[in-house]
Nanobody, 124 residues
Framework: QVQLVESGGALVQAGGSLRLSCAASGRTFRRYTMGWFRQAPGKEREFVAA????????YYAYSVKGRFTISRDNAKNTVYLQMNSLKPEDTAVYYCAADLWGMGSVNRYEYEYWGQGTQVTVSS
């Protein structure tokens, strides 16, 4: 079992940057593809980015490609989401998720474990 704890959410102005972190418990972190999803009020939870267990493959939603970067440090059991050039439409609760031996799916139902979320608010 994996427990995930996100941090780094904040209020930021449009054009600014934030880095989210997700710390995972357990010794099997490297077996999991890790993903970031987000959910805005009144909307479905949507895929943002994912990274394979060995960081060789990364996947991004079209809306964030070129602005967000996902990375991971298996020695620290942590996955990151660097968010640059933030826009008001990036405002959402951001969730970290883990998919055992996953393939970077955009489908949230493929992910077995979830964190509690961290709020990102981008003001115009």
């Amino acid at each position: 079992q994996v427990q995930l704890v996100e941090s780094g959410g904040a209020l930021v102005q449009a054009g600014g940057s934030l880095r989210l972190s997700c710390a995972a418990s357990g010794r099997t972190f490297r077996r999991y593809t890790m993903g970031w999803f987000r959910q805005a009020p009144g909307k479905e939870r949507e895929f943002v980015a994912a990274i394979s267990w060995n960081s060789e493959s990364t996947y991004y939603a079209y809306s964030v490609k070129g602005r967000f970067t996902i990375s991971r440090d298996n020695a620290k059991n942590t996955v990151y989401l660097q968010m640059n050039s933030l826009k008001p439409e990036d405002t959402a609760v951001y969730y970290c998720a883990a998919d055992l031996w996953g393939m970077g799916s955009v489908n949230r139902y493929e992910y077995e474990y979830w964190g509690q979320g961290t709020q990102v608010t981008v003001s115009s």
